[in-house]
Every structure is written in C-alpha cells, then in structure tokens.
C-alpha cells in the first residue's frame, strides 16, 4: 500500500473514539489524511477522549448520535473515506438490550449507507463486520464461506448492518469492504471491565494484582489481532479497487487456547495468576467455542497478513498502560 494515497484525503470514521478508530484516527494523521470524527460516546461503548491524546487539533470531532439520520448527509459530504466502526460490540449486553442493539448495529447502519448513496455515491466504505456471525464454528479454520449461525443478538444486527452494505455494492455500486474483525488487543482498549473483549479485563486484573479468570477447561482456541494490523487492514481495503463489494476475515497466524494465553500474559508481564471458573450463566449460552479464522483471502487478495507477533504485541499494549492506565481504568 502506498501510503501517499491519504495524504490530503478525506477521511470520516465513525466511532472514533473507540478502541480501534482512534488507533486509525492517529495512522492517518500521521498520513497527511484530513480526519473528521463522529462518536455520541455511549456508556460502556469503549469510547474514550483519552484516545485522541496528541492529535486533538489534527481532526475534526463530532460528538453526534448517528441514530438521527439527518445529521448524517452532512458528515459523508466531500468524504472519500468512511470507515465505518460505529457499533455496539457487548454480546452479553447484546442478550439483555437487544432494542438498543438493533437501532445502532441494523437501523443506524442501513441510514448510513442510504445517505451515501444519495448524497455521496463515490465514497469508499469500509465497515466493521465481526467473526461472531458465524457462531459456533463448524470446522477450522473458518473461511468466508462457513455458515453463519449466530449466537447472540449482536450477531444478528452486525450481519443485519453488513448486508445493507454489502447489497448497497450488488444494487447500486456502491463500493463497500466488510472486514470480519477477530479479538483485536492493544493500546487505547476498553479495560474498565470485560464487556466488550476479554483481553481488557484481563489487563486490568494484571495491573491490579488479581488473577485473570479464564472459563471453562482453558482449552477454547482464539485468534488474537494486534490494532496496528488491524489498521494496516481497513487502509488496504479503503484503497483497493479490488475490495469492492468483498467480505475478508481477518485472523493470525498464531491460534491460541486460552489457557496458553493467560500464561503468556502473565509471562511477558513479568507477574501475574490465573483460576479456572465455571462460566457465568450469561456467557455459557452465547459462548461460540473454538474459534480461528482462514484469513487466505484477504492475503491474497490484498496482501495482508498479521505482522505482529502475540508476544511483541503484548509487550507494546502492557507499555502503554504502564504510561496511560489512568485514562482507562
């Protein structure tokens, strides 16, 4: 990817305060890209103002809720970019509101692309699709073809929100990217507690001198994605004429149980413990098992592929917290 094909480009994401769009936020700043961010920042979304720290008067932010159509030509217009990552993630939430859910991850999405459409026909959309909508997996590692049986609500409205793009493309040409995100990890995560990733909860417990709770035997198979990745996969899609109209999993090249991981952690932390739990009632009903992805498309496709390794990664996101923690506990 060149990375001269952002500087002076227009750039809108959405949910640019969170976790992974603030990490995007900051790449293309430093790419020369003109940045315009909306986020309504919702509790126990992830957003976070700390996320922004040093390029604060590099971007453009609206704190806006997307749920008000109108607002929304407004935003997209001039845009040559949107990457779309506004959206509720929690799948226990997800079971608890789903009305909420299905107004942000389904209605919300479809308003969206509508105002594209009419206002602005010539944006490059990527959006934030989910491996969650294949649910259980029935074989490994879980391609873009695998069925998608969901588990929980979220699944449902994340599919719901990928479709109103994806058909945006088939009927309109409209150019649309969905990217299947795995467990993504690193600086500017949601770690107050483990509603929206694991790993942030995890985080926090070892910082805080408490064991890390893993469910179950340990034995249940993730696949972990450092952010920087993560991003170097939103810009090849945005920039690819190729991924119009595309899904792409993302995965890694090292699956993990998560036994193995919680050791690893508290490895390259330099301290820390573990307890095996039995599963809450809420997780054990929407738990999706073993789960790793087949990211051979995208590879080939794009030329992507994870850089980072689990153990680098770790060592980078623990560094940020030991500066930041202030910010997110």
Request: glycine share 8%; charged share 20%; with cysteine.
């Amino acid at each position: 990817m060149n990375p001269e094909l952002f500087r002076g480009k227009r750039a809108l994401i959405t949910g640019g305060q969170g976790f992974i769009g603030s990490n995007l936020a900051h790449r293309l700043v430093s790419l020369g890209a003109q940045v315009r961010i909306v986020d309504v920042a919702l509790p126990h979304t992830g957003a976070n103002t700390f996320n922004l720290h040093g390029i604060e008067q590099d971007v453009e932010l609206h704190h806006m809720d997307l749920r008000n159509a109108d607002a929304i030509p407004d935003l997209i217009a001039g845009q040559d970019y949107l990457f779309n990552l506004a959206g509720l993630v929690s799948h226990v939430d997800s079971m608890e509101a789903p009305q909420i859910d299905l107004e942000v991850n389904a209605a919300c999405q479809l308003s969206i692309v509508q105002a594209c459409l009419k206002h602005n026909p010539k944006i490059k959309i990527v959006y934030a699709g989910t491996r969650q909508i294949y649910g259980r997996s029935q074989y490994l590692p879980v391609d873009e073809k695998h069925p998608i049986v969901p588990v929980d609500f979220n699944g449902v409205t994340k599919r719901a929100g990928e479709m109103y793009h994806l058909v945006s493309y088939r009927a309109y040409g409209l150019h649309t990217t969905s990217l299947r995100m795995i467990n993504t990890y690193g600086p500017r995560m949601h770690c107050r507690d483990g509603r929206l990733n694991f790993l942030g909860e995890w985080i926090r417990r070892l910082f805080d001198h408490q064991p890390l709770q893993v469910y179950g035997t340990g034995k249940q198979i993730r696949d972990l994605n450092f952010v920087d990745d993560v991003v170097d996969a939103l810009l090849l899609a945005v920039s690819d004429e190729k991924s119009a109209g595309q899904i792409y999993n993302l995965g890694s090249s090292e699956p993990i149980h998560l036994l193995d991981l919680a050791q690893l952690m508290i490895e390259v932390f330099g301290s820390g413990s573990y307890e095996l739990c039995p599963f809450p009632a809420e997780r054990k009903r929407i738990d999706i098992g073993d789960y790793h992805g087949d990211y051979s498309k995208i590879q080939s496709q794009l030329g992507w592929q994870p850089k980072i390794s689990l153990r680098e990664g770790l060592a980078r996101t623990f560094e940020f917290y030991r500066q930041h923690r202030e910010y997110y506990w």
